[in-house]
């Protein structure tokens, strides 16, 4: 299916960290520099506390509030959950699960990603609180299409269509101490990462993309997608892939004010961190899940 049939706009909206416990997630999240909002609950077991970032960005740290709704969930064809689930089952409960992209018509998405051959199963209508800062809440309702690939069962993306936006005000939220205005890029990772990149264009809706020495770039419309090949990940990041050839999200660069104020930020809270070619490289931790990168916006 061509690119052109897709709706044109193809944001990066979210990521998705599966963590073992929220009060960990926060813990460590607090001390990176970041305001973490009050924990949210969802109405199939799983449960968030979200660090809003102000280009309209976020990371959604997941854990399991009800381990028995979250699998009766799945059982009856809900995909976030079977998602998760599937996710902590081959590599436990921290890591970097899921890349969301926002959307204005999610049904549209489904159809095309039906049609491409990369339907990740069923959609999915729900709707759960939201509290700001203040303590105010409201509610949110949002309507989710997935799409995936049997080869990569670690790593999926979906489309978020925001059904209901909450009336609250998340300014404070997004004044993060470290000085992170907004997510740049995302980082995946395959031995073969060619082999992915039909999959990756048709979730983003891309209709381009730069091929060069095991690194591709694909930008989408408020960032920028690069899948590496093992060489290039241990020249970025000196790490090695795992032995399986499946594709993996690893890394979320921030754009950051200062990189050297977001630097003292994390020498004096002894995170310890790797500086490469000016960028600041957070390995991760419990409550992390993905390889954090600070650069300058």
């Given at each position: 299916?061509?690119?052109s049939?897709?709706?044109p ?6 990521c998705v ?22 924990d949210?609950t969802h109405?199939?077991g ?5 660090v809003y ?11 399991q509030?009800d ?6 969930a ?19 409960d ?20 039906v ?5 990740g ?16 809440t ?18 999926f993306?979906?489309t978020?269509q ?7 005000d ?7 101490r470290n000085g992170a205005?907004?997510i ?5 990772a ?9 999959f990756?264009?048709?979730?983003t809706?891309?209709?381009s ?7 591709t770039?694909?930008?989408v419309?408020n960032?920028?997608l690069?899948?590496?090949?093992s ?11 795992p032995?399986d ?12 004010r200062?990189?050297t ?6 020498r ?9 070619e000016?960028?600041?490289?957070v ?9 954090f990168?600070?650069?300058a916006?």
């Amino acid at each position: 299916m061509s690119a052109s049939k897709f709706p044109p706009s193809r944001t990066v909206d979210h990521c998705v960290l599966p963590v073992a416990d929220l009060g960990a997630a926060r813990e460590r999240l607090t001390s990176l520099g970041f305001v973490v909002a009050p924990d949210g609950t969802h109405p199939f077991g799983t449960a968030n506390c979200c660090v809003y970032l102000a280009d309209g960005t976020f990371l959604e740290p997941l854990a399991q509030a009800d381990d028995r709704a979250e699998r009766e969930a799945a059982r009856q064809g809900n995909m976030f959950t079977a998602r998760d689930l599937a996710y902590r089952y081959r590599q436990g409960d921290e890591g970097f699960s899921a890349l969301v992209f926002g959307t204005e018509d999610a049904a549209a998405d489904h159809a095309g990603f039906v049609e491409a051959g990369f339907s990740g199963g069923s959609m999915l209508d729900f709707s759960r609180g939201f509290t700001d800062a203040s303590g105010k809440t409201d509610k949110a309702s949002f309507r989710l299409a997935f799409v995936g690939d049997w080869r990569a069962p670690d790593c999926f993306f979906f489309t978020c269509q925001r059904v209901r936006v909450p009336e609250v005000d998340r300014s404070v939220l997004q004044m993060h101490r470290n000085g992170a205005i907004r997510i740049k890029g995302i980082v995946l990772a395959a031995h073969r990462a060619h082999d992915f990149i039909d999959f990756v264009r048709v979730a983003t809706n891309a209709t381009s993309t730069n091929e060069n020495r095991g690194a591709t770039r694909i930008e989408v419309a408020n960032a920028v997608l690069e899948l590496l090949e093992s060489k290039a990940m241990e020249s970025r990041f000196g790490v090695s892939l795992p032995t399986d050839p499946g594709l993996r999200l690893h890394a979320i660069r921030f754009g950051v004010r200062e990189v050297t104020e977001t630097e003292a930020l994390l020498r004096n809270a002894g995170i310890a961190y790797v500086k490469r070619e000016g960028r600041l490289v957070v390995h991760p931790a419990p409550g992390q899940g993905a390889t954090f990168v600070f650069e300058a916006e």
